[in-house]
């Protein structure tokens, strides 16, 4: 049976689909407050309005809100029942001045690169904020995304992936709106109708921000971290005292996730640990960061640099190693700071993103048939628990076996075409389909390249497989065991994946 894959906006190549939802937020009476920051010297090669470009006026970093007005709810609020698990949902704007930053030498291989400062200019962007409502409920760490702006719109794909790790466990999530394109416009946009930067969303609401290119995007993400952490302003986490910064960037975002990484942290220190969820082989290249696809074939092949003093977690699906982002290129051994999971059976983007905005269907909205319904939202979350708690004990996540390949790079497969080696999960190993990074074929939109395949075995091959339902259970649960106790499944994870085993359609 096939399914149409409904979606307001869309990720472009090697760039993840994005979408904006919408669910109420509190009233708050606004607040305004500014503080001086140290941040890093220099800043963008363009200006604010009324700004002289050549004397740029240096501004304190302020923060502003709750922010209110317009349509009342915040751009991109998460489509997740946030207050029925005891969360709240605020938008705060922040400002100030940003760095341009320039290479000193080259982009090199081995990710060691060294920044020069340009240039200030004035921001304004802003952050969305979901934290427990019970303070006691907080486990001390903040996922701070770089929202991804690829469909020409803010979206949030890293806790739409990791939104039941984030609720269960208590972390704090801040996005960070840091590229024009989700504030202004503009440039290329591969999001249909239904997708408008905020300024166009919500005009009356978020009329005063201006981030008119992406000179300085890197210093957007660091000056967020800086008002996260720093209470003396607008407290945006109201009243929770973060102990660890995770950055988190997906797709277009991992891409320069990986710039920031080897060139921007070693000046900044302002992230403990970074999440890079499906990047490509290279970095964007600095002072060219205003494209859609800067990082995508332009910046070579980019390793994460060995003398980082940060944790650093890679995850890598089938799309992103073997397909055409080709981060094969880039692979490099896991070391005391850097972990990387290839994770088998899995799509760039896949029938559960989908799924979490089912409901935003709309104007815009493309149809891929089969799409992926692989482990990708059940591993992602051990990752995400995993990063955190080698950050917080030490304790360093499992080493994984990577993606099996052949000498021309292509993916080795078992005999029912799942993809050999990897991170393991019973969706492979106790299968019931071929799942694919690759397209089934080329019914669907154009960009269904990115959604991978899902081949359901026929009714004959699983009974051949599987003589009763319930030899196909106690597989599974053998299985999902094995993966939990290998550290690539949580326990909640676990257990769904043994009930959905049960639900499923096997021949007796």
């Known amino acids: 049976m096939t399914r149409a894959t409904d979606l307001r906006v869309i990720w472009p190549v090697a760039v993840m689909l994005v979408s904006a939802s919408c669910s109420s937020s509190e009233d708050e009476n606004k607040v305004e407050s500014s503080a001086s920051t140290t941040g890093a010297a220099g800043t963008a090669a363009n200006s604010g309005k009324g700004q002289d470009k050549d004397k740029p006026t240096p501004k304190q970093l302020a923060v502003s809100g709750p922010v209110e007005g317009g349509t009342g709810r915040p751009f991109t609020a998460s489509a997740a029942d946030l207050a029925g698990r005891g969360y709240t949902e605020k938008e705060f704007f922040f400002e100030g001045d940003a760095t341009q930053y320039a290479l000193d030498g080259e982009m090199s291989p081995d990710g060691k690169w060294t920044l020069k400062p340009g240039d200030k200019a004035a921001f304004k962007s802003r952050l969305l904020v979901r934290r427990p409502k019970d303070a006691s409920k907080f486990n001390g760490t903040v996922v701070v995304e770089w929202l991804n702006v690829s469909g020409g719109a803010d979206g949030d794909p ?28 503009g440039g290329l946009s591969l999001g249909g109708a239904g997708a408008k930067p905020l300024k166009q969303a919500d005009p009356e609401r978020y009329a005063s921000l201006f981030l008119f290119n992406d000179t300085a995007t890197s210093e957007i993400y660091t000056q967020a971290a800086k008002v996260i952490r720093d209470a003396e ?24 996730m990986v710039s920031y990484v080897n060139g921007v942290h070693p000046l900044a220190k302002v992230y403990d640990g970074f999440f890079i969820h499906s990047r490509s082989a290279g970095g964007v290249p600095f002072g060219n960061m205003a494209g859609l696809l800067g990082g995508f074939g332009g910046g070579g092949v980019a390793k994460i640099r060995d003398d ?23 692979r490099q051994p896991d070391t005391d ?42 591993v992602i979350r051990a990752a995400l628990h995993a990063l955190n708690t080698w950050l917080v004990d030490g304790t360093e996540p499992p080493k994984a076996e990577v993606l099996a390949t052949n000498e021309t790079g292509m993916p080795k497969t078992d005999a029912h075409g799942n993809s050999l080696g990897g991170v393991r999960s019973p969706a492979v190993d106790v299968p019931i389909s071929t799942l694919s990074g690759a397209p089934a074929g080329t019914s669907g939109d154009f960009f269904c390249f990115l959604f991978g395949s899902t081949t359901p075995f026929t009714p004959e091959k699983l009974k051949m497989l599987y003589p009763t339902h319930d030899a196909y259970v106690k597989q599974v649960e053998s299985a999902a065991k094995k993966s939990r106790e290998a550290g690539f499944l949580l326990e909640p994870e676990q257990q769904l994946i043994v009930e959905q085993a049960k639900a499923a359609k096997i021949p007796q």
Request: net charge negative; proline share 3%; charged share 20%.
């Open 233 to 256: 302003q607008v407290d945006v986490l109201d009243g929770l005292k973060p102990k660890h910064l995770i950055a988190y960037g997906e797709s277009q975002s991992a891409m320069r």
């Open 337 to 378: 700071k850097l972990r990387t999971w290839e994770v088998a059976g899995t799509a760039h983007a896949d029938q559960y993103i989908t799924d979490f905005n089912a409901a935003l269907a709309s104007e815009g909205s493309i149809s891929c048939k089969d799409a992926n319904n692989g482990p990708q939202p059940f």
């Open 158 to 185: 890293g806790f739409m992936y990791n939104a039941e790790e984030i609720l269960r466990e208590g972390y704090a999530f801040v996005g960070v709106s840091a590229q024009a394109v989700g504030v202004e416009g």
């Open 308 to 330: 980082i003093d940060a944790k650093v977690f890679q995850f890598q699906t089938e799309t992103d190693v073997t397909g055409m982002l080709g981060f094969l290129s880039a």
